[in-house]
């Protein structure tokens, strides 16, 4: 089994910043740093929306044209997280945001083979 846990969800005001992290787990979950992690987030009535990823060992990051700018991500292959730090937020980020992780490499959620449950973040204007 491979567990993602996120973390750090909560309720701020526009202009705040959150940081959510994600640790994963598993006896069958081989070596972190060969999965590319994503965060995605789905808000109500809406479909799931690709927010940032990091590659594996190299850590290169793509983040999504909506946050960028306001958004980063980053990895730590010690400690088997990946955090995504959010500044700036405003009331349309309000959404669940869940850690994913892919044995290959792309933005698309059908790529990402594991996923957390999701954390909950409110943005009030």
């Known amino acids: 089994q491979v567990q993602l846990v996120e973390s750090g969800g909560g309720l701020v005001q526009a202009g705040g910043s959150l940081r959510l992290s994600c640790v994963a787990s598993g006896r069958t979950f081989s070596t972190f740093s060969s999965y590319t992690m994503g965060w995605f987030r789905q808000a109500p009535g809406k479909e799931r929306e690709f927010v940032a990823r990091i590659t594996g060992s190299h850590g290169s990051t793509y983040i999504a044209d909506s946050v960028k700018g306001r958004f980063t991500i980053s990895r730590d292959n010690a400690k088997n997280t990946v955090d995504l730090q959010m500044n700036s937020l405003r009331p349309e980020d309000t959404a669940v945001y869940y850690c994913?992780?892919?044995?290959?490499?792309?933005?698309?959620?059908?790529?990402?083979?594991?996923w957390g449950q999701g954390t909950q973040v409110t943005v009030s204007s």
């Open positions: 994913a992780a892919s044995r290959s490499y792309g933005n698309s959620a059908y790529m990402y083979d594991y």
